[in-house]
């Protein structure tokens, strides 16, 4: 999402002049879009600032903006701990973006905006057009939460739960089909919560499959209690839909989802498996885990390894319990790290083994890619899987945003490397 954020940051201060660098020694102003979700977040903007406060040392101070989930914890308090800092934005603000900046460069005036009004900022942004232009596009269709899991900071963040409007959705998602989108990756920090006047996620799907440019539809993330009948049920009807799931589970003990507010079983979550394996058996899971979470016991522990032994989860996240501040998870009593540190590695060593197993199946199997862009030394292709597993082959620069067919022949755990049908005669280095 913070992707998303930067480039609509991005179209918005365009209107007040100002332009992308890719030498930001050079910069006049320096954004730094933070997430809040990572370890130790707010100490590595002050890092980052330190170290920005280095390269200019010698040269003219920039405008220095601090945008994102930390901005919208820290607000006032990081103008009063870095004076580096003149502004600081939270994620429900940025539709006052350009007016802060211009009113802090006329009075000079350290500023902080964070008050929660979605409603405000997708009524701006509406009205400017999405500019970035690329064949996997993002698009914010939800923001917020209102489920307070113990661990999580979010609700405090990105504030309750919002829906945009399911026309502006369609617009903006053709206007980006029109630009050379071929994928649409719908966003939220509850995406399937989604409910606009009665449109829910299943509806935009359907809508955005009539949109002929459009060729495949992702959304991310989801949580197991909106994932209502109807949205199980697109899994039928939509032939755009990619057959990969994000999940998250966290755990696989209900002692440990009641004790982190999941607001779910294990058992709920195993029926939404089987009931979209019954519709598609090509559909894969995957998921985050937070492994270590205070009152883990060696069972409830035993519990999360033979659910990921059970789905074979794809490429999924697994961390540490690390407190943030604020959660009602920051207070509980933490369990001994080594042992933490063994679970995470037993579970990283399945996670891993699920996703070898995975990628070493597909080999001399042919696969849809949606090609995406050229490698960095420019000699070869990138793309991803319908699964979202990148693929680098021997295409050309036409390629790109087209789908087209891979033959596998070699792959790592989290890259395919193959060659395009046509060339399968050619050798693959
Ligand atoms: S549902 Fe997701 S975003 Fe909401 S509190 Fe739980 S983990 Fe955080």
Request: charged content about 30%; hydrophobic content about 35%; some cysteine.
């Amino acid at each position: 999402m913070n992707e998303y954020d930067s480039n609509r940051i991005y179209d918005s201060v365009k209107k007040i002049g100002f332009e992308k660098t890719e030498n930001y020694e050079d910069a006049s102003c320096y954004l730094l879009n933070t997430c809040h979700i990572r370890n130790k977040a707010k100490e590595k903007v002050y890092h980052e600032i330190g170290r920005v406060k280095k390269i200019f040392r010698h040269k003219k101070k920039p405008l220095v903006i601090i945008a994102g989930c930390v901005a919208q914890a820290e607000n006032q308090e990081m103008l009063k701990r870095e004076p580096y800092i003149d502004l600081v934005i939270g994620p429900q603000s940025y539709h006052k973006i350009n007016d802060t900046i211009l009113n802090h460069i006329e009075k000079k005036k350290k500023i902080e905006q964070t008050e929660f009004d979605a409603i405000s900022k997708f009524k701006y942004f509406n009205k400017i057009k999405n500019e970035a232009g690329k064949v996997s596009s993002f698009i914010t269709i939800q923001e917020g939460c209102d489920k307070f899991c113990h661990f999580c900071v979010v609700p405090y963040t990105r504030g309750p739960e919002y829906s945009r409007s399911f026309k502006e959705i369609i617009d903006e998602t053709k206007y980006l089909a029109d630009n050379g989108a071929k994928e649409i990756i719908l966003l939220g920090q509850n995406v399937n919560a989604y409910d606009n006047e009665g449109y829910r996620l299943s509806n935009l799907i359907l809508e955005i499959e009539k949109i002929s440019e459009i060729e495949r539809i992702r959304y991310t993330t989801s949580h197991p209690k909106d994932m209502t009948e109807d949205l199980i049920e697109v899994y039928k009807e939509s032939k755009k839909l990619m057959p990969l799931v994000h999940l998250p589970v966290q755990s696989g003990s209900n002692k440990i989802l009641d004790l982190m507010n999941r607001k779910h079983t294990i058992n709920e979550y195993i029926e939404i498996f089987d009931s979209l394996k019954a519709i598609n058996p090509n559909i894969e899971f995957s998921s985050d885990f937070i492994i270590g979470y205070p009152g883990e016991e060696t069972q409830d522990f035993e519990d999360t390894f033979n659910l990921i032994k059970r789905i074979k989860f794809i490429n999924s996240y697994s961390f540490i319990f690390s407190p943030r501040p604020g959660t009602i998870a920051a207070d509980l009593k933490l369990i001994n790290k080594k042992v933490s540190m063994e679970r995470l590695e037993k579970v990283q060593t399945q996670l891993f083994e699920n996703q070898i197993t995975m990628n070493k199946s597909l080999k001399n199997k042919t696969l849809n890619v949606l090609v995406e862009n050229l490698t960095e030394d420019k000699m070869k292709v990138f793309g991803r899987s319908e699964y979202m597993t990148p693929v680098i082959f021997n295409g050309k620069k036409d390629d790109i945003g087209k789908i087209v067919p891979v033959k596998i022949r070699q792959s790592n755990r989290s890259t395919l490397f193959g060659e395009i049908i046509d060339n399968a005669n050619q050798k693959v280095a």
